[in-house]
């Protein structure tokens, strides 16, 4: 059984096997309690985001512990920044401009960058 380290780069090598740009994984677990890892990519279009977004799905559906948390919300998701919430791993799916803006390396820079 793989480890959920494991996992979450298999998400990163899948990200950046379909075109995601600057793949970045952080271990934040000792930094909260309500995840343990962020996968972070930089993202070129909608259409781009969707894709990623199946391939991760696509992942998740293969595996007998993972599950994507939908939120209830009734705002659609933009463009810029997109999150897939697998419980331990979140998956960001930013736009390069919301990717400058935001920071979120730096935001989170006390946990361990991984990849």
């Known amino acids: 059984m793989k480890t959920m380290e494991e ?11 379909y075109k995601g740009e600057n793949v970045t994984v952080i271990d934040v677990s000792q930094l909260n309690s ?3 890892y962020f996968v972070i990519v930089t993202i070129n ?22 599950e994507i948390h939908v939120p209830n919300r009734k705002i ?3 463009d ?7 419980g331990p791993i979140v ?17 989170w ?3 361990k960058t991984l990849r």
């Open 45 to 66: 279009s909608s259409a781009h985001w969707k894709g990623l977004y199946k391939h991760v799905k696509d992942y998740v559906k293969d595996d007998d512990i993972l």
């Open 7 to 17: 996992k979450v780069l298999e998400i990163a090598a899948l990200m950046e096997d």
């Open 109 to 111: 820079h006390g946990g």
């Open 76 to 78: 659609p998701d933009g």
């Open 91 to 107: 998956v960001h799916l930013m736009s390069k401009e919301a990717r400058e803006f935001y920071d979120l390396e730096k935001l």
């Open 80 to 86: 810029d920044w997109n999150l897939i919430d697998i």
């Open 34 to 36: 309500w995840t343990d």
